[in-house]
């Protein structure tokens, strides 16, 4: 039994390309094991909030320091990490905008990066403690970034990559449908990156 996270980035809806690649790995994980439980998370209706100064100061206090009248400023945090906690996979919808994730994803990270909870300081170096994970990431975009002039421009794969890592989850595959706006590409693109898709 799995328990799956789909966490949503786009503004698009329906419509979006991020969302029904998410969609597609998430019922590929659910056929590989059928008693998986899926939970979504729209990151962007509603919103998830970009840290404040009240939020950020309560995030980095320890907890039995914590005044209670900043218990509610970090109750999202609380709750955010405890779903990533709790899920076995982790399907991570990024679209690519302007060239990086939309601000709503680097909110919910924001909010899941705590110290002495996700990830620790050690004599060594940083340590993550998300580990045990399976993460897919779902990235659309209309150009072509995985190859070519394009490349450099990528990130999005590569920042999630070192920012999952950093937290402990290594395990990451990143299931691209890409070219949705060139010519001669975006026919098949979409097809192209669901018959990408490989389960662990």
Same mark, same amino acid.
């Given at each position: 039994?799995?328990?799956?996270?789909?966490?949503? /980035?786009?503004?698009?809806?329906?419509?979006?390309?991020?969302?029904?690649?998410?969609?597609? +790995?998430?019922?590929?994980?659910?056929?590989?094991?059928?008693? /998986?439980?899926?939970?979504?998370?729209?990151?962007?209706?509603?919103?998830?909030?970009?840290?404040?100064?009240?939020?950020?100061?309560?995030?980095?206090?320890?907890?039995?320091?914590?005044?209670?009248?900043?218990?509610?400023?970090?109750?999202?945090?609380?709750?955010?990490?405890?779903?990533?906690?709790?899920?076995?996979? +982790?399907?991570?919808?990024? #679209?690519?905008?302007?060239?990086?994730?939309?601000?709503?994803?680097?909110?919910?990270?924001?909010?899941?990066?705590? #110290?002495?909870?996700?990830?620790?300081?050690?004599?060594?170096?940083?340590?993550?403690?998300?580990?045990?994970?399976?993460?897919?990431?779902?990235?659309?975009?209309?150009?072509?970034?995985?190859?070519?002039?394009?490349?450099?421009?990528?990130?999005?794969?590569?920042?999630?990559?070192?920012?999952?890592?950093?937290?402990?989850?290594?395990?990451?595959?990143?299931?691209?449908?890409?070219?949705?706006?060139?010519?001669?590409?975006?026919?098949?693109?979409?097809?192209?990156?669901?018959? /990408? +898709?490989?389960?662990?």
């Amino acid at each position: 039994m799995k328990q799956i996270l789909h966490l949503k /980035s786009s503004l698009q809806g329906n419509d979006s390309y991020s969302i029904k690649l998410g969609n597609a +790995i998430a019922k590929k994980v659910q056929e590989k094991y059928p008693d /998986s439980t899926l939970e979504e998370l729209n990151l962007v209706d509603p919103e998830i909030p970009h840290l404040n100064p009240a939020v950020l100061h309560a995030l980095f206090v320890p907890g039995d320091q914590l005044p209670a009248d900043d218990e509610e400023a970090k109750s999202l945090s609380d709750k955010l990490v405890r779903q990533l906690l709790a899920a076995d996979t +982790i399907v991570i919808g990024a #679209p690519l905008i302007n060239f990086t994730i939309h601000s709503a994803l680097k909110a919910w990270i924001d909010h899941i990066t705590r #110290p002495g909870i996700t990830f620790g300081y050690t004599e060594t170096g940083p340590i993550g403690k998300v580990t045990g994970k399976k993460v897919y990431i779902a990235m659309s975009s209309g150009g072509i970034y995985s190859e070519g002039p394009g490349k450099a421009n990528d990130f999005v794969a590569p920042y999630l990559k070192a920012f999952l890592g950093f937290l402990g989850m290594t395990d990451v595959t990143v299931v691209r449908a890409e070219g949705l706006k060139v010519p001669g590409v975006k026919e098949y693109a979409m097809q192209k990156a669901l018959e /990408s +898709i490989i389960i662990d």
